[in-house]
């Protein structure tokens, strides 16, 4: 018979493993680590570069106050680095570059020891009606403007010289029919290019109208 004292005992219950949490907390406590590894190993693979943060038409150079240090993903694109931002100085802009953009080589014309601003050249163009002002006068300030043609529907008209002096111009049936203009060697190229494909237009810069 049992005594008293182990009558009142309450029955004792062996403890049972669970060896399926057990493998759910490894698994947690690996997965966190590798999470860890991942992020730390992202932060390596980002690197710093350059993004301007006002608009530089095309010729123009990069002022230090336009440029700012972004810290981007290294996707294999080419960017141009924040550790070399001192050799802009020597540089312009070979297309307008807007507000927001990460600098590539591309938009850079004179990195490479090639033409810089400050050479002008007088360059020839043929203008159909509708691509310069009626009034347009030698010796005006002006921006030389792409304009696609209507085949090409998904490019939009974009500043390809942002300040040119017309040195001559002539007309026909009341409208300029040719012109003169003196532009920066840098951008003189393209100019060239897309005036043959008769693409060019030209945007008189007057602060009284």
């Known amino acids: 018979m049992l005594t008293d004292a182990a009558s009142r005992q309450l029955p004792q219950w062996s403890r049972q493993r669970k060896p399926g949490l057990a493998a759910l907390a490894v698994l947690l406590v690996l997965?966190?680590?590798?999470?860890?590894?991942?992020l730390v190993m992202s932060a390596d693979e980002r690197m710093s570069v350059i993004r301007v943060t006002g608009r530089v038409g095309a010729g123009q150079p990069f002022g230090p106050a336009v440029l700012q240090?972004?810290?981007?993903?290294?996707?294999?694109?080419?960017?141009?680095?924040?550790?070399?931002?001192?050799?802009?100085?020597?540089?312009?802009?070979?297309?307008?570059?807007?507000?927001?953009?990460?600098?590539?080589?591309?938009?850079?014309?004179?990195?490479?020891?090639?033409t810089t601003a400050g050479h002008p050249v007088r360059l020839g163009l043929a203008l159909k009606p509708g691509q310069a002002p009626y009034d347009l006068r030698r010796g005006e300030r002006v921006q030389l403007i792409h304009v696609p043609s209507r085949r090409n529907h998904a490019t939009e008209p974009v500043v390809i010289a942002e300040e040119a002096v017309v040195d001559g111009v002539s007309y026909s049936s009341g409208s300029a029919s040719q012109a003169t203009v003196i532009v920066d060697s840098v951008v003189a190229p393209r100019v060239a290019n897309h005036a043959v494909n008769g693409e060019i237009a030209i945007a008189a810069i007057r602060t009284n109208p």
């Open 69 to 114: 240090e972004a810290r981007v993903a290294d996707d294999g694109g080419t960017y141009w680095p924040w550790s070399q931002r001192a050799r802009l100085a020597t540089t312009v802009a070979s297309v307008t570059v807007p507000p927001g953009t990460l600098l590539t080589p591309a938009m850079v014309a004179g990195a490479d020891g090639g």
């Open 31 to 38: 997965g966190g680590a590798l999470t860890t590894m991942m």
